[in-house]
């Protein structure tokens, strides 16, 4: 069994929909960054675009985007993973309801509230009746989504699937969020993100697609070789589940070219990503992504797509590189490594085909 | 890959009680737990609902959470429901090697967020309790040894699809069980969203009655284990029944509405007897999904047709028990349709008088003692995220 990446989209903190950002990226020194949205008139018709939040716009427009490249209109899967869903509908529906003391109040945002509005409005635009689904598990949704997919074609129960996530952070929630030190109180560069000594990063938004296949073409991108998710791992867990992973496909610590970590500037966060790495793999590249993006319950979807663009191009340049000061080249295998708050955790393994 | 997938356990609470002798008690004397609306705060306490009968400060007590614990209802009902459903699986005595827990959610934390909303003044503890997520790690933190946790988000067919993911990870390998369903308590927030789509009852609801008007909401929990036929064996445990076929489907007709045919449903529920290798005519009683809605049991009713023809077998929405129980539903009557297998006994659908002119058939009136061998348990969602599930008992 093959799982492939046959195309990728992304709107976020970057140029949207393009890789042409990729060697260059953009840099912030805010503390919340929103992304930079595409025309959505390219993608979706203005009339059905008007009753959309923006979560849903992305989504749709990152959808249509994949489905146009390989030509997939009815995948075998839809999965989103999102932490917050439709926030920003949620939101609107509640602020209402707090105000108006449960009276007056319209049934539109509600009807869009719910997580699984953005698999659903996806579905309801490709009239696709099959599987559906939407996880929601904080900072590792993005990777459960991809686990359900994973699973599918290993039982052979899919040919292909769309995997996405997507979270947006709302003027409202960024408050929220500052208020439990998610984001840093001063200015955020670079050099404050990488001294990694206080609590928090920036605030940023995250969307992604991907269209999955078991069948390598000429749009393949890369090989998706294994996705895991634990829960409180001892390091004796992770060693273990490493080794799983590396001796399934016949690899050794040392065919990992780079291991790309959720590093974010929070130094509770940071420091596990670091222990990782002298534990597992002390000897690889360690490389970032957060610095260029912000913080979002599904930045590994990001994560994903600089990988697999990483591999598609055979260069990762210096601007992702935590510990190098030159770009690496020849690109084969990837490991991408999440933890949400050190309780939830995710491996990703991507390959060249 | 095609071991059979068994039910070691299960846990519920609901308005009809806590538990599944409670709940199999409630059933038989046909003891609605709709009622009266006792502990959310809301100016809509004329809908009835159905509460679970227990405060926060009761169920912490009952659990030994200590006052100052940062906790929602959503995962204090999920902990409550668990535990009987650990218990009986006996995970902890027979500890299976790497155990998954998959929670379907997805009010989560708001009936917090809704008191505390906008400010949050010196509640900031709760502002991070509001995601679906931080519900099921605060109910996965009360049992020490699970190895992978995610949550679910489908609305209401939230907890099937929990069911469906779980067998999933069995059948590849990944765990050697899973705990898996859903929980879900009231909350202003979809209290007044389900009021102002105009499709909740003043009164009990009657599902698959002509004259039905609506649905009345519910709340509460359900899990069940799930592992492969031969570890449970191992592990000496006897299982209640087998999983034996499932399917995730799509109506993508409509974002809250089903389309007239139920194409969705339809295909949900021939996807899992395919999945089971069975024949319409084995299922011996449908646990419908049957909210009370006019769209709900109009395009599931035809649904139900198309599949079954002119032997649609016995039909009952235990909605008119528990109220609907949101992301919970699925689980919820997953242990119903179980206890149902379990004592060859239907649930009545209760509140119904009346036929509906587009079906061809009614529920069923009255309790009804019959063999019964495989059960079919519908959970439908908001965005047509449909999915069926099929228990078989072990013969």
Known sequence: ?353 | MNETIVVSGMGIITGLGYGKEATITALRSKRSGIGKMHYLNTIHADYPVGEVKMSDEKMREFLGIPADKIITRTPLLGIMAIKEAIKEAQLEEKRPRRIAFINGTTVGGMEKSEQYYPEFVNTEAYIAAHDCGTSCEAIAETFEGFDLITTISTACSSAANAIILGANLLKTGRVDAAVVGGTECLSKFHLNGFSTLMILDKEACKPFDANRVGLNLGEGAAYLVLEKQSDAKRRGITPLCKLSGYANTCDAFHQTASSPDGQGAYLAMRDALEDAKLKPEDIDYINAHGTGTQNNDVSEGMAIVRIFNENIPPVSSTKSFTGHTTSAAGSVESVISILALQHDFIPANLNFTTPMPELSFTPVKDNVTKKLHHVLSNSFGFGGNDSACIFSKIE
């Not at chain 1, 930079?36 to 959808?63: H, Q, V, W």
């Not at chain 1, 359900?148 to 409202?172: C, N, R």
């Open chain 1, 1 to 353: 069994m093959n799982i492939y990446i046959q195309a990728a989209a992304q709107i976020s903190a970057q140029e949207p929909m393009g890789n042409a950002w990729f060697q260059r990226p953009l840099r912030f020194t805010e503390r919340y960054v929103r992304s930079i949205d595409p025309n959505f008139k390219e993608y979706i018709n203005p009339m059905e675009a008007r009753r959309m939040g923006k979560i849903l716009k992305r989504a749709l427009a990152t959808s249509l985007e994949v489905v146009r490249k390989t030509g997939i209109d009815h995948p075998d899967a839809i999965i989103t993973g999102t932490g917050l869903g439709c926030i920003e509908n949620t939101e609107k529906f509640l602020t209402a309801m707090v105000r108006d003391g449960e009276m007056y109040l319209q049934p539109t945002y509600f009807m869009q509230s719910t997580h699984n509005t953005i698999s659903s409005q996806i579905a309801l635009h490709l009239k696709c009746n099959k599987y559906n689904t939407t996880y929601a598990q904080r900072g590792i949704s993005f990777e459960s989504s991809l686990l359900d997919a994973y699973m599918q074609f290993e039982l052979g129960k899919i040919k292909s699937a769309l995997v996405a996530g997507h979270d947006e952070m709302t003027p409202d929630y960024f408050v929220l969020l500052d208020k439990i030190n998610y984001w840093k109180k001063g200015e955020v560069n670079e050099a404050v993100l990488r001294k990694s000594d206080s609590l928090g990063s920036f605030a940023g938004e995250a969307s992604s697609c991907f269209m999955l296949e078991n069948k390598k073409t000429d749009l393949t991108i890369c090989e998706l070789k294994g996705v895991d998710l634990f829960f409180n791992p001892s390091p004796l867990r992770m060693k273990e589940a490493i080794e799983e992973l590396l001796s399934k496909h016949n690899l050794h610590i040392n065919d990992i070219d780079v291991v790309l970590t959720g590093i974010n500037g929070d130094k509770d966060n940071d420091v596990v990503y670091h222990q990782f790495q002298q534990h597992f793999f002390p000897e690889t590249p360690m490389a970032w992504y957060k610095h260029l993006f912000g913080e979002s319950f599904t930045a590994t979807g990001l994560a994903t797509y600089i990988a697999a663009t990483a591999i598609q191009k055979q260069i990762l340049p210096v601007d992702y590189l935590y510990n190098r000061t030159s770009t690496l080249n020849g690109l084969k295998k990837i490991l991408i490594y999440n933890h949400f708050q050190n309780k939830d955790h995710a491996l990703i393994l991507l390959s060249s085909c």
